[in-house]
């Protein structure tokens, strides 16, 4: 561990003392009909990482698009690169004289693409492994030496790596062992977010991860891996404004588990 990752951990745990846990927060119903269900998307934060619902599938989000016809941003060649120079430089910042923000929207009912500030939190990106159709098989994960490398420089400039999916904790196991045996997190080090019991969602993690690091770069296959507010939209239209986040915070590329080996 690097002097500058010890300082960054130090800093970690100093501020998670200071939070006292961590906070679950709703998504807000956008105004003219935007979100496709009223019903209310908060819930209490999960609380114990042993219990956890076995979930085998994920919604795949469809949007049902209403008006003019919208071509979001698609995923730019090279997006790992970018997301690796994006997080390098970001967590280069002094946080005092240059503020940094979070790959976390602010108020996302509002979809307008204004982000959390981060303080003094340490640096950290998130992968999300999870496809848009749906299978997952953890013991598939295929090694990929282009992100092995990647991660590995970020982690020696003190930033944290952590990995998210919706399947449920029970598998971290083996999603541990094949993150080591791909070199993909060969020592360990990496945290990983999976879902504690029926009522946790992929949005309440990337809060509470929020709440202890700066997260300043997601890496996924589909804009709800950034926000569950996507799996909501009537319109994909009424969320234009948030495509100002792609490539500066948000980055699709394809997920490992739908390019696995095979």
Known sequence: MTVRRLKAALAASALAMMLGGCVAAAIPLAAGGVVLRNEALGGDEPDSDEAGDERTGRDSGAIATEGEPFTPTLAPP?????????????????????????????????????????????????????????????AALPPDPALARGLHALRL????????????????????KRLTATGLDPTTDDGILLMRRAEDRKQLRRKELAQTHCLVAILGDERSDFDELYDYLKDPA???ELEALIGSGWFLAPTLLSTKEG
């Open 78 to 138: 090279g997006a790992y690169e970018a997301f690796f120079a994006y997080a390098r430089e970001q967590a280069s910042l002094d946080p005092v004289a240059a503020p940094r923000h979070s790959a976390i929207l602010a108020a996302p009912g509002l979809l307008q693409p204004e982000t959390t500030e981060c303080s003094v939190r340490p640096s950290a990106v998130l992968v999300d492994l999870d496809p848009a159709s749906g299978a997952r098989d953890f």
């Open 238 to 240: 009424a969320a234009s």
């Open 157 to 176: 400039e003190g930033v944290f790596v952590f990995w998210i999916s919706d399947a449920s904790a029970a598998e971290a196991g083996t999603l541990r």
